[in-house]
T-cell receptor, first 115, second 113 residues
């Protein structure tokens, strides 16, 4: 099992550019989510999905889009990058709440810098 | 408005002694709590969790205590080892709303040998 994988590891964008952060998991988890981590702050939820075809907003969704066409993949799209989106992005997956295990498994992160 | 607070940005402990990391929360609807450990340039890894129906959960050297009336939880690491040096995040969720986690800002633990 590779667990949760994220690509790329590092990315530099200019303001206004768009890009997609990739996330995949091979644990057949229903639930997937994206968080961002900024200095001095905990991780904050951007978007999440409870299964293929179902997504919803988290705490800080503005400027980001997601889709979930398969159980395995959950890409995060930045439509028009802004310096405020400079952060480290983590993808996570878990069994859906109500099962036997609620802990989320995190990927290694993508460090994004927007200039 | 921070719903989960870790008021100590850092903690330094001697190897072999107990490390106690604290976490406070304001949302009384939280019913599931977790601790994650994070090394630099890696994603957080799950350590231990506790449901609001319990007040203690143990796993090896790690014990989490929950005081619902005080809206406080703590993580005890005994004995502390140099490999425990990392950032520790407390997180909370309301399970019937799904697996959405609310994180504290983290505490940097340094275990000195």
């Amino acid at each position: 099992n590779a667990g949760v994988t994220q690509t790329p590891k590092f990315q530099v964008l200019k303001t206004g550019q768009s890009m997609t952060l990739q996330c995949a998991q091979d644990m057949n988890h229903e639930y997937m989510s994206w968080y961002r981590q900024d200095p001095g702050m905990g991780l904050r939820l951007i978007h999440y999905s409870v299964g293929a075809g179902i997504t919803d907003q988290g705490e800080v969704p503005n400027g980001y889009n997601v889709s979930r066409s398969t159980t395995e993949d959950f890409p995060l799209r930045l439509l028009s990058a802004a310096p405020s989106q400079t952060s480290v992005y983590f993808c996570a997956s878990s069994y859906r709440a109500g099962g036997s295990s609620y802990e989320q498994y995190f990927g290694p992160g993508t460090r994004l810098t927007v200039t | 408005d921070q719903q989960v607070k870790q008021n100590s940005p850092s903690l330094s402990v001697q190897e072999g002694r107990i490390s106690i990391l604290n976490c406070d929360y304001t949302n009384s609807m939280f019913d599931y709590f977790l601790w994650y450990k994070k090394y630099p340039a890696e994603g957080p890894t799950f350590l231990i969790s506790i449901s609001s129906i319990k007040d203690k959960n143990e796993d090896g050297r790690f014990t989490v205590f929950l005081n619902k009336s005080a809206k406080h939880l703590s993580l005890h690491i005994v004995p502390s080892q140099p490999g425990d040096s990392a950032v520790y995040f407390c997180a909370a969720s309301v399970l019937r709303y799904g697996n959405k986690l609310v994180f504290g800002a983290g505490t940097i633990l340094r275990v000195k040998s």
